[in-house]
C-alpha cells in the first residue's frame, strides 16, 4: 500500500492536468484553422505550464537529495536560467500559489509572464 500524495504532489498532480487541457486545446484550435496568433499564444501558455511544472518537480526532489536550503536555492536558480527564466527563487510553494493567482503582477519594474 502506497501512502497518499503529500499536498504539494497533489498541486503538482493538478499542474499536470492544466497542462494537459492546454495542449489539447491545440488540436481543436489547429483543426479549425483558428489564426496564428490564437494558436502561438496558447502553445506558448502550454511550453511555459510545462516548464513551471518542471521546476516544481525538480523542487520537490531536491528537498528530498540536497541537504541545505542554500544548496536547494543554487541548483534552483541554476535549473530557472538553463530554462531562461530570470524569476527569482520563489521558496515556498504558497509563494508560488501567491504569484499564480496573480500572475500580471509587477516585479522590479516588469510584468512577470
Keep these: 500500500m ?9 498541486a503538482a498532480i493538478r499542474h499536470v492536468q492544466r497542462a494537459s487541457g492546454q495542449v489539447a486545446a491545440l488540436v481543436p484550435m489547429i483543426a479549425s484553422s483558428k489564426p ?3 494558436v502561438a499564444q496558447q502553445l506558448l501558455a502550454a511550453r511555459g505550464s510545462l516548464d513551471s511544472l518542471l521546476v516544481r518537480l525538480v523542487e520537490l526532489e531536491l528537498r528530498t537529495c ?7 536555492a543554487e541548483v534552483d536558480g541554476l535549473l530557472r536560467t538553463a530554462l531562461g527564466r530570470n524569476a527569482p527563487h520563489r521558496g515556498s510553494f504558497a509563494a508560488r500559489r501567491r504569484t499564480a493567482d496573480h500572475p500580471h503582477v509587477a516585479v522590479e519594474g516588469r510584468t512577470t509572464r
Design 2 to 10: 502506497t501512502a497518499a500524495p503529500s499536498a504539494e504532489r497533489r
Design 36 to 38: 496564428f496568433s490564437a
Design 66 to 72: 540536497l541537504p541545505t536550503r542554500e544548496s536547494q
